[in-house]
C-alpha cells in the first residue's frame, strides 16, 4: 500500500476526502482523534480532528503523476518530494499506516504506572513514538508530543491507566505467534 499526504484549506478537508473516494476509488482519510472533555464535572468523549488541513490517501498501486492526480480544488501542497514519487517515507510513512489502521480515529489510548511517570503503553500509537509531556490525572487526560512531517505536534488524548497484568496481556497480543 502507498500513503501520500495532501494539505488542503481546513474547512474543506472533509467535503475533498470525499470527492477523492468518490471520484478516485482511493482511501482517503481526515484524521480525527477521541479526547475526553469535562463539562460540570461530567466527562464526556468527543471527536476532534487530529492535524487540521490534513488528508491522507492510501492507494494498492502507486500514483504515476501524483502532482497531476492531485491538482485539484482546495488542495494546497503535496507533502513529500519527487525522488518518493511523493509517497510518504520514514516515520511519516509509519504515522499514515498507524491512522489507517486504526480507521482513521485514535481512540482512548492504554498507559501504565512506572514509578511516579504515567507511560504510555508500546505501540498505544501503532508504533509512532509518542511522549507524554502534561498529565491530568484526574480527568484521564494527557497531553502528548510526537512528530509528523518534520514537525513536533501536540494533542490532547484520553487515557486509561491499566494494571501490570493487563501490560503483560497487551504484549502477548502483540507478540508474533
Same mark, same amino acid.
Given at each position: 500500500?502507498?500513503?501520500?499526504?495532501?494539505?488542503?484549506?481546513? =474547512?474543506?478537508?472533509?467535503?475533498?476526502?470525499? +470527492?477523492?473516494? &468518490?471520484?478516485? !476509488?482511493?482511501?482517503?482519510?481526515? #484524521?480525527?482523534? =477521541?479526547?475526553?472533555?469535562?463539562?460540570?464535572?461530567?466527562?464526556?468523549?468527543? @471527536?476532534?480532528?487530529? $492535524? #487540521?488541513?490534513?488528508?491522507? =490517501?492510501?492507494?494498492?498501486?502507486?500514483?504515476?503523476?501524483?502532482?497531476?492526480?492531485? +491538482?485539484?480544488?482546495? =488542495? %494546497? +501542497? $503535496? $507533502?513529500?518530494?519527487?525522488?518518493?514519487?511523493?509517497? $510518504?517515507?520514514?516515520?511519516?510513512?509509519?504515522?499514515?499506516?498507524?491512522?489507517?489502521?486504526?480507521?482513521?480515529?485514535?481512540?482512548?489510548?492504554?498507559?501504565?504506572?512506572?514509578?511516579?511517570?504515567?507511560?504510555?503503553?508500546?505501540?498505544?500509537?501503532?508504533? @509512532?513514538?509518542?511522549? %507524554?509531556? &502534561?498529565?491530568?490525572?484526574?480527568?484521564?487526560?494527557?497531553? @502528548?508530543?510526537?512528530?509528523?512531517? !518534520?514537525?513536533?505536534?501536540?494533542?490532547?488524548? !484520553?487515557?486509561?491507566?491499566?494494571?501490570?497484568?493487563?501490560? @503483560?496481556?497487551?504484549?502477548?497480543?502483540?507478540? #508474533?505467534?
Amino acid at each position: 500500500m502507498y500513503a501520500y499526504c495532501l494539505f488542503c484549506e481546513t =474547512v474543506k478537508c472533509e467535503e475533498l476526502a470525499e +470527492r477523492i473516494r &468518490r471520484e478516485c !476509488g482511493w482511501e482517503a482519510i481526515n #484524521p480525527r482523534i =477521541v479526547q475526553r472533555k469535562w463539562v460540570k464535572g461530567v466527562a464526556f468523549e468527543e @471527536i476532534k480532528t487530529l $492535524l #487540521p488541513g490534513y488528508i491522507f =490517501v492510501y492507494t494498492e498501486t502507486m500514483i504515476p503523476y501524483p502532482r497531476a492526480a492531485f +491538482r485539484m480544488d482546495y =488542495v %494546497i +501542497r $503535496l $507533502l513529500g518530494d519527487d525522488g518518493s514519487n511523493y509517497t $510518504l517515507v520514514g516515520d511519516d510513512d509509519r504515522f499514515a499506516r498507524m491512522l489507517y489502521n486504526c480507521g482513521g480515529t485514535i481512540g482512548i489510548l492504554k498507559a501504565y504506572q512506572e514509578g511516579d511517570r504515567v507511560r504510555l503503553v508500546e505501540g498505544a500509537l501503532g508504533g @509512532i513514538e509518542g511522549e %507524554i509531556i &502534561r498529565l491530568e490525572r484526574r480527568k484521564g487526560r494527557a497531553q @502528548i508530543r510526537y512528530q509528523f512531517a !518534520g514537525s513536533t505536534c501536540t494533542t490532547w488524548v !484520553g487515557y486509561d491507566l491499566i494494571d501490570d497484568q493487563e501490560k @503483560i496481556d497487551l504484549k502477548n497480543e502483540d507478540a #508474533p505467534h
